[in-house]
């Protein structure tokens, strides 16, 4: 079953003679629970890709299809319900609010979407990422690894369609990198999550089912798919 699906999706910064092709029409299907890692160098278009999928940033052209939506035609408030509701964002640097407490970070996206908080679903994430004993701490009384875990955390709570890892493993040592690569692979192979991660690091890229190469806008490597 696709979960997702760009066709045709293209990205362009500037015109005439200064314009940029950050990405230039890329087609990708992602079938349910894949484990998918995106690799490139810099500026290969890896990023732009990941924003576009995750609803923060618009394409010039072409379509997103998670869940059957098109997500490139829904309006603004819409599009923010969705990207609430089916995709769960974790970041290099946490983006966890400093004055909520763990607890508090873990809930904020159904407290935003104005759902209640099942106390028994909170205590149960919290068990399988090692937090139970710091959910009333803030954030700057973690470690970064326990950090990225309420991020994972956070992303997870809604049972969203895609989780979308932008260099999870960036600002980690290589202990806590492998801790949160193994989480993100519990939940993937346990609760069949769909996890499409970003990472510069082709060793942790391998931990993946399927490993995509874009370079220069455009993916030139689909080990496990198709090109």
């Known amino acids: ?17 200064t314009m940029v092709k950050a990405l230039d029409g890329v087609d990708l299907t992602v079938e349910k629970g894949e484990f998918v890692a995106v690799v490139g160098p810099s500026g290969s278009g890896k990023s732009t890709l990941m924003h576009i999928v995750g609803g923060v940033d618009s394409a010039s052209d072409g379509k997103v299809l998670i869940d059957s939506t098109d997500v490139t035609a829904l309006d603004e408030t819409a599009l923010a319900i969705f990207r609430r509701r089916q995709i769960g964002l ?3 640097f946490y983006n966890l609010i400093p004055i909520l407490t763990v607890e508090e970070n873990l809930t904020l996206p159904l407290l935003l979407d104005g759902r209640k908080v099942d106390r028994r679903q909170v205590e149960n994430i919290a068990e399988r990422l090692g937090l139970t004993d710091r959910l009333k701490h803030l954030p700057s009384q973690l470690s970064g690894g326990q950090q990225q875990r309420v991020s994972i955390g956070r992303a997870l709570i809604n049972n969203p369609a895609l989780v979308l890892a932008d260099e ?13 690569i193994s989480l993100l692979r519990q939940f993937n192979r346990e609760l069949g999550q769909t996890v499409i991660m970003i990472t510069h690091d082709e060793g942790i890229a391998a931990s993946a089912d ?3 190469e874009i370079r220069d806008g455009r993916i030139v490597r689909d080990e496990g798919g198709r090109i």
């Open 168 to 180: 999870p493993t960036g600002n980690l040592d290589s202990e806590n990198s492998r801790e949160v």
């Open 90 to 92: 974790i970041y290099q």
């Open 210 to 212: 399927r490993l995509i």
């Open 1 to 17: 079953m696709k979960i997702l699906e760009t066709i045709g999706l293209c990205k362009t910064y500037g015109s005439g003679d």
